[in-house]
């Protein structure tokens, strides 16, 4: 007796071809096999089905009533394995209603998101994007089972693991802005003069540490934060009304300067650029739609680079 584990399962195709042609030539023909080979598959099938399934009469062959009633299932079941092994369709961006859910930081979220969601929405109207906040810890699982497509931020931030797939889509420098009558910073500050002022952090865990003070305490320095917020919303109106300094990357300190007059001058210290990513799951590595998504976060996040 036969059942699935031990059932060649290749042996359904010929069986389909020897219904069809009812003659073990034409049938040898058919899948480009000798007839002495399309007999000995006949003969293997006829001992995994335990039936003669085809029996030779004066008119020819035909097929037995146990044949007759594995046709239709043996032919629904070749059209599934069929659309199984086809290559997924074309992603259609225009008519498709698919749902993205992005996680990023509210750097990312303000560079990246508004050219973004201007181009999808330009070229493919029925999708709709979700941006979550990035959390402290890195969403592996929410990658994992779906419910999260794609993660943006910084690269050394996110510390993504290994086997996740990462794209650099562009890179950022810090720079520092203070309020443009600013009593005595009125051009590169230098170190004594950038440590003398009070500062402000923008810190989403509430952390009062940041980039620059892990380079200052390398030297053996530190600097007064005076003030801590969450986002990076209020932040020009309140250097543009203070003494603070506000370290925090060029690309966001050029748009606070299209708000409030600031200016801009570079932090005196030797810091890292900054490398700004894209994490997704090998999972969704082929995904069309996915693909078509990732496309588009690459093409705008060249736009900031060429910028």
């Not at 997924?88 to 698919?98: C, G, L, M, N, T």
């Not at 560079?111 to 402290?136: C, F, N, W």
């Not at 309140?238 to 966001?252: E, F, G, H, K, Q």
Request: net charge negative.
């Amino acid at each position: 007796m036969s059942n699935l584990r031990t059932f060649d399962l290749n042996l359904l195709v010929a069986f389909d071809v020897l219904m069809r042609e009812l003659n073990v030539t034409r049938a040898a023909e058919h899948m480009f096999l000798t007839q002495s080979a399309m007999s000995h598959i006949l003969h293997r099938l006829r001992q995994q089905l335990d039936d003669p399934l085809l029996v030779k009469t004066p008119t020819g062959m035909l097929p037995t009533a146990r044949a007759l009633g594995l046709i239709g299932p043996v032919r629904s079941i070749l059209a599934d394995m069929e659309q199984l092994i086809q290559p997924p369709q074309a992603f259609d961006a225009v008519s498709s209603q698919r749902r993205f859910v992005l996680a990023a930081t509210d750097y990312m979220e303000f560079l990246l998101i508004p050219t973004l969601s201007g181009l999808i929405e330009s070229i493919a109207p029925g999708i709709d994007i979700h941006v979550k906040r990035t959390e402290s810890a890195f969403p592996l699982m929410q990658l994992e089972n779906g419910s999260l497509d794609i993660v943006l931020g910084f690269r050394s931030v996110l510390n993504p693991p290994a086997h996740l797939h990462c794209h650099l889509l562009f890179s950022d420098r810090m720079a520092c802005v203070v309020r443009q009558d600013h009593p005595f910073i009125q051009g590169d500050p230098s170190l004594q003069a950038y440590l003398k002022a009070p500062h402000m952090l923008i810190s989403r865990t509430g952390s009062n540490l940041g980039i620059v003070d892990e380079k200052l305490t390398e030297l053996g320095l530190e600097r007064r934060i005076k003030l801590i917020v969450p986002h990076f919303l209020s932040a020009p109106l309140i250097v543009a009304n203070t003494d603070m300094i506000l370290s925090l990357p060029y690309r966001i300190a050029e748009q606070f300067k299209q708000f409030t007059p600031l200016s801009i001058f570079p932090v005196p210290l030797d810091l890292p650029a900054y490398d700004l990513c894209m994490i997704w799951h090998p999972l969704r590595d082929k995904d069309p739609g996915h693909l078509w998504l990732r496309d588009k976060i690459i093409a705008t996040g060249q736009t900031l680079e060429t910028a």
